[in-house]
T-cell receptor, first 114, second 115 residues
Framework: GENVEQHPSTLSVQEGDSAVIKCTYSDSASNYFPWYKQELGKRPQLIID?????GEKKDQRIAVTLNKTAKHFSLHITETQPEDSAVYFC?????????????FGQGTILTVHP | NAGVTQTPKFRILKIGQSMTLQCTQD?????MYWYRQDPGMGLKLIYYSVGAGITDKGEVPNGYNVSRSTTEDFPLRLELAAPSQTSVYFCASSRKREGHKDTQYFGPGTRLTVL
């Protein structure tokens, strides 16, 4: 099965700084790379994703970059705001007969200080 | 659309009791999933279903059972509750898309405590 590791496990930044979270995966067949945000006591929600045929995708202050050769992808948040404080999960997907099953990383707790 | 709904929101069980966690989606999604999330941890897949009448085990299926008699509903059954099953349970669904993955939509979760 897929082995997924996220780094760092916790990240503390000042408002306005940038934050980067890295996700390393093991299955070279992985072809879909989403990032989920989970606020305290809430459900996980997709914030951005990228397909294997694309190297980078941006959505306002959030971007994801993919390095398929090295088998890692990263979440970039610029101009961080206190409402970005949450736990972030990567969940690479291997496709094929995986039937949509995602393997979640252990999460990164992001704290943005005002 | 209500999306994915779960009941109950909270439940306290005694050791050995049984219960069913309900999950319903109104998006006509083929795929449905049950995850558990222990405090400070990521989500682990318990069971999943690719359509009515078809279910399969995920990473941590022991102590649980599921059924999928309709496209909309995917209940999770705990037969003999144990303290190790204290967790938050999330149901999710996604649309079947050939070739690549579609977004998983999560329900609000059920917080279960077994004492």
């Amino acid at each position: 099965g897929e082995n997924v590791e996220q780094h760092p496990s916790t990240l503390s930044v000042q408002e306005g700084d940038s934050a980067v979270i890295k996700c390393t995966y093991s299955d070279s067949a992985s072809n879909y790379f989403p990032w989920y945000k989970q606020e305290l006591g809430k459900r996980p929600q997709l914030i951005i994703d990228i397909r294997s045929n694309v190297g980078e995708k941006k959505d306002q202050r959030i971007a994801v970059t993919l390095n398929k050769t090295a088998k890692h992808f990263s979440l970039h948040i610029t101009e961080t705001q206190p409402e970005d404080s949450a736990v972030y999960f990567c969940a690479p997907y291997a496709g094929g007969t995986s039937y949509g099953k995602l393997t979640f990383g252990q999460g990164t707790i992001l704290t943005v200080h005002p | 659309n209500a999306g994915v709904t779960q009941t109950p929101k909270f439940r306290i069980l005694k050791i050995g009791q049984s219960m069913t966690l309900q999950c319903t989606q109104d998006m006509n999604h083929n795929y449905m999933y049950w995850y558990r999330q222990d405090p400070g941890m990521g989500l682990k897949l318990i069971y999943y279903s690719v359509g009515a009448g078809i279910t399969d085990k995920g990473e941590v299926p022991n102590g649980y059972n599921v059924s999928r008699s309709t496209t909309e509903d995917f209940p999770l059954r705990l037969e003999l509750a144990a303290p190790s099953q204290t967790s938050v349970y999330f149901c999710a669904s996604s649309r079947k898309r050939e070739g690549h993955k579609d977004t998983q939509y999560f329900g609000p979760g059920t917080r279960l405590t077994v004492l």
